[in-house]
C-alpha cells in the first residue's frame, strides 16, 4: 500500500513574512547563529592579537565581509583553477579593505588618512571603485583596529562595507555644487548611514543591498536595488522619484520605477521601509535568487507598492513623474562651472588604480589649488571641488603630473576594470594591468578620434564593473588560443550603455554567441572594434547603436 502525506505544499523561497524562519542554506545559518555585527569584538579582542591562524573560518569567510573585509587570493593562482580548489588553498594571510564612501565626500582630512593608511597598512595599494569606495590591499588583521580607530576619527568606516547588509549609499558626485542641482540629497544618505548602518534593525538581509539618492543621475541608478532620482512635482516642488529592484551579476535586470515622488525629509523613512521590506520578504532559500530584483520582478511594482504603502508606511505615497534621464553616463570629467562660481575638475586615472602616494599627493595638489575637498564617481573618477576660476589650468597640469587626467583620451575615460586576478579570489583573469596595456594601445589607434566608447572590464562572471552596461562589456574566462591552449580570455558584449536616449528603453549589451577572445590578443580585438565603429558611425551615432 503506498502511504501519502497529503498535497505537497509548494516549496517556501525562505520568506521570513510567511514564516520561514529557519534558515534553509548555510549563510543564512551564520547569519542566525550570531549577528554578522559582532565580530567586530571578536576582531578586536581576540583575533588581532592571536593573529591570522585564529581566525574562525564562519568569521574569515562571512561575517568579516559586514567590516570590508575579505581575504585575497593567494599570489600565483592562475585563473583556470579557481573553482577548483577550497577556499582555504585561494586565500591568503592578507585581506581586501573596502572604506565605505557615502556619496563619495572626502574632505582632505578624511582623504590624508586613507593615503596614510595604504601606506602604513596597505603596502601603498588603493584602488578607487565603481561604487564610491576606496579600496585597500595588503591589510593584517593585526592593524585592522588601528585602521579602524583612525578611520572613524575622521569620520569615516568600513561597517557594512560588504556583506548582506546596507552597502555605501551612492550620491551625485556633485552634490550641493552643482548649477543644474535642484535639491541636495546629501542629508537623506546622512540619515539613513547615522541610523541605519550598523544597526541589527538591517544587519541580516537576504543579500546585498545598495542604494543611491542623488539629485542628478550621474550614478548608474539602474543597478540599485533601490535608487532615489531627483524630481520636480507639479504641485509640491523638487523631491525624488522611487526605483526598485535593479541589479546586474547573474540574470542581470534594471530597477523599476515605483511611480511615486518622495520629499526630501521622507527618503530615510520610505528607504527603510523598502529595506524592511526586503529583509521580510527577500528570498532567502537560494543565494543566487536572493537579491531584491527577483521579488520585485516576482511581484511587479503595483504589488510591490502596495505591500510597501499598507505594511511599512502605513499610508499613501504621492503619485510622481519620471526624472529627465542622460543619454550618456555623466561622469565630471573636465572643467565645470559650479553654482557659486567657481569650478570642479573631473580627472581619471585608469581603472581606477591609484595608490596612496598618489592620494596624498592629490590632497596636497587640491589644498594648493585653495580646494577643500574632493569627491568620488561611480565610474572610477575623482573630482576637485570649489576651485578658483583662475586656478585650474594650473590644477589641471598638477594633476596630470599625478597620472590623473582632466582631459582624457576617450578610450582612458571610458575604461573601468574590477579587482581581477591580482586579489581577488573569484577571479579568472587579470584585469588593471589589462585595463594599462589596452589604453595605451588604442590611445595609439585612435589618437585623432573622439569615439566615445565604454569598456567594462571584468575577471569573472560577477560583473563588479558592470559587464551588461559597458559599449564593450569584457567577462573574464578560460578560452582556446588559436594552438588549441587553454588561457585567459574575455567574452564579448557588445552595445550596452545603461543612461538613457531619448525614448529608448535602457538596455543590456548582447553576448554575442561564441565572441571570445584571448586578453593576449584584447587590444588589437578592441582597437579593431573600434575602428569599425569609427570608420562607418553616421553623425552622433553611439557605439551601442
Ligand atoms: Fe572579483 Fe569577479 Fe568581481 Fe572582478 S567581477 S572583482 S574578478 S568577483
Known amino acids: 500500500m503506498t502511504v501519502t502525506n497529503g498535497p505537497r505544499r509548494p516549496r517556501g523561497e525562505g520568506q521570513w513574512a510567511v514564516g520561514h524562519r529557519e534558515p534553509l542554506n548555510p549563510n543564512e545559518r551564520a547569519k542566525k547563529d550570531d549577528d554578522p555585527l559582532h565580530v567586530r569584538a571578536r ?245 543566487h535568487k536572493a537579491r531584491l530584483k527577483f521579488l520585485v520582478a516576482d511581484w511587479g511594482v503595483e504589488k510591490f507598492r502596495e505591500v510597501l504603502e499598507s505594511e511599512y508606511l502605513h499610508r499613501r505615497l504621492v503619485d510622481g513623474p519620471a526624472p529627465p534621464l542622460p543619454s550618456r553616463p555623466i561622469d565630471h570629467v573636465g572643467v565645470h562651472e559650479q553654482k557659486d562660481g567657481r569650478r570642479y575638475v573631473g580627472a581619471t586615472p585608469v581603472a581606477g588604480r591609484v595608490s596612496g602616494t598618489l592620494l596624498a599627493q592629490l590632497a596636497d595638489v587640491a589644498e594648493a589649488h585653495g580646494s577643500g575637498r574632493v569627491r568620488l564617481t561611480a565610474y572610477q573618477k575623482v573630482l576637485v571641488l570649489d576651485v578658483p576660476p583662475e586656478r585650474t589650468e594650473s590644477l589641471i597640469s598638477a594633476l596630470a603630473e599625478l597620472g590623473l587626467q582632466a582631459r582624457p583620451s576617450a ?49 569573472c562572471p560577477n560583473a563588479c564593473a558592470r559587464t551588461q552596461v559597458g559599449d564593450i562589456g569584457l567577462k573574464g574566462q578560460i578560452v582556446m588560443d588559436a594552438q588549441g591552449r587553454q588561457v585567459e580570455g574575455f567574452q564579448v558584449h557588445l552595445g550596452g550603455g545603461l543612461a538613457l536616449r531619448e525614448g529608448q528603453e535602457a538596455s543590456f549589451g548582447r553576448k554575442v554567441r561564441g565572441l571570445k577572445t584571448t586578453a593576449e590578443e584584447l587590444p588589437e580585438y578592441v582597437a579593431r572594434l573600434a575602428g569599425h565603429y569609427v570608420a562607418g558611425r553616421k553623425d552622433d551615432e553611439s557605439f551601442a547603436e
Open 43 to 287: 576582531i578586536e579582542n581576540i583575533y588581532a592579537h592571536r593573529g591570522f591562524a585564529s581566525i574562525d573560518p564562519q568569521d574569515l569567510r562571512g561575517r568579516f565581509r559586514w567590516f570590508g573585509l575579505y581575504t585575497q587570493r593567494r599570489p600565483g593562482i592562475d585563473g583556470g583553477r579557481t573553482a577548483l580548489l577550497e577556499p582555504e588553498e585561494l586565500e591568503d594571510e592578507y585581506f581586501m579593505l573596502r572604506v565605505r564612501i557615502d556619496g563619495g565626500q572626502l574632505d582632505l582630512a578624511q582623504l590624508r588618512t586613507i593615503a596614510e593608511l595604504s601606506q602604513r597598512y596597505g603596502r601603498d595599494t588603493a584602488d578607487l571603485t565603481d561604487r564610491q569606495n576606496v579600496q585597500l590591499h595588503w591589510v593584517r588583521i593585526e592593524d585592522v583596529p588601528e585602521i579602524w580607530r583612525r578611520l572613524e576619527a575622521v569620520g569615516l568606516q568600513t561597517t557594512e562595507a560588504c556583506g548582506d547588509a546596507p552597502r555605501v549609499v551612492l550620491g551625485s558626485s556633485v552634490a550641493g555644487v552643482a548649477a543644474a542641482e535642484e535639491l541636495d540629497g546629501t542629508p537623506a544618505i546622512r540619515e539613513i548611514v547615522d541610523r541605519y548602518v550598523g544597526s541589527e534593525e538591517f544587519s541580516n538581509l537576504p543579500r546585498k543591498f545598495k542604494s543611491a539618492v542623488a539629485w542628478l543621475p550621474d550614478l548608474p541608478y539602474e543597478i540599485n536595488d533601490i535608487s532615489f532620482l531627483g524630481a520636480v512635482h507639479p504641485e509640491h516642488g523638487p523631491g525624488f522619484d522611487l526605483w526598485v529592484g535593479g541589479g546586474l551579476s547573474t540574470n542581470p535586470m534594471l530597477a523599476k520605477r515605483l511611480g511615486v515622488w518622495v520629499p526630501l525629509a521622507e527618503v530615510p523613512e520610505v528607504w527603510a521601509g523598502v529595506t524592511g521590506l526586503f529583509r521580510d520578504y527577500g528570498y532567502r532559500r537560494l543565494r
Open 411 to 459: 578610450v582612458r575615460r571610458g575604461v573601468m576594470a574590477c579587482t581581477g586576478i591580482e586579489y581577488c579570489k573569484l577571479a579568472i583573469v587579470e584585469t588593471k594591468t589589462l585595463a594599462n596595456d589596452l589604453v595605451a594601445r588604442l590611445e595609439q589607434v585612435l589618437a585623432d578620434s573622439d569615439a566615445d566608447i565604454t569598456i567594462n572590464i571584468n575577471g
